[in-house]
């Protein structure tokens, strides 16, 4: 099935203490949403990338990629209020049967074993999330109290999360819920199972700057392994 990819990049650059938005924030010398969508086009170059931007970043988005002469195909897609509303904004530009990719535009590193998994297991159950055990001990707080929870139990969630589009199209039919965090949540609600796969430990969400630093180290060790 054709495969397309949604990634949504809304990004404010708040928590970076930046004024320029996060997703534009230069990671070894272009900005960091150019390496997120060259993960996806040395995956599969045939992917269809949308590219989903609050509609006061698009100029200058256009002028970056004019800037650092990035050509790899992409179509932008002007976002909503939340990131419901963002993605449902670009899932209106796919007019096909396919598979659809939901990722975030600030997990540059995720690395093509993440990508296959995750489309594979969509193309083939419909659905697919990548995750990654936690390391870390656990607690839970309740009643004025807390205790340890088994960690073996638990996973952290990435993206980017694949879905049949018609399951993913009749999700975002829905009324926005603010417990709809991500577009696993969107799915689940509609009584539908996911299918969890591995993801890779390194792609991680890069939203404050010791974030950033870790990206750059994680990927220069990257850069450097494949030279």
Known sequence: MKRYAIIVAGGKGERMNSDLPKQFIQLRGIPLLMHTIKAFYDYDSLIQLIIVLPANQISLWKELCNEHSFAIPHEIVQGGETRFSSVKNGLVAI?????????????PLVNSQTLENCFSTAERYGTAVPVYAIVDSLRKTENNTNFAVERNQYFTVQTPQVFQSSILKIAYNQTYEERFTDDATVVESLGIELNLVEGNRDNIKVTTPPDLKIAEVLLSERESIIS
């Open 95 to 107: 007019k096909e049967k396919c598979i659809i990719a939901v990722h975030d535009g600030v997990r």
